[in-house]
């Protein structure tokens, strides 16, 4: 269960900006999660045969929309799912911290509130690793040392 699930309509919201909390240590992860999945799948050869004797162009393959996993979801960090595996779901709590209407609104918000609670900033109080694939702990790290340096 997801704590503001009862706010999700499908029919209005792509996706949401999340929060997972180990409630054992204080750990957290902020992510985001779409409502719907696309995918694209190869045409099998009776869906091809149906097409023979029509003209134009024809399609090899079609595109599935479905819901998506978001209500067993768990994150994409390794290190989060592993402690959810270890000391079990009952021990972590899922908030949504903002409902969205378009992909690129998702994706600024989660790496807004990344930015907004410093997630790279230390390892004991965040799972996340990175913000949007270009902004890696080990970088911010290495920024604040030469900071450091300096002064």
Known sequence: MWINEDKINIEEHIGFVYQIENIQTGKKYI??????????KKLGVRALAAQEG??????TKETVVRESDW??????????????DTLGKENFVRTILRLCTSKKELSYYEEKFMFINEVLEDSDKWYNKNIGGTYFRRDVQKIKSCIEDKE
Do not use: A, M, N
């Not at 992510?31 to 694209?40: A, D, N, P, Q």
């Not at 029509?54 to 399609?59: A, E, F, I, N, P």
């Not at 209500?71 to 994409?76: A, E, H, I, K, L």
């Open 54 to 59: 029509k003209k134009g162009r024809k399609k």
């Open 31 to 40: 992510g985001k999660k779409s409502l719907i999945s696309t995918r694209t």
């Open 71 to 84: 209500q067993r979801y768990w994150g994409s960090d390794d290190e989060l799912k592993q402690d959810v």
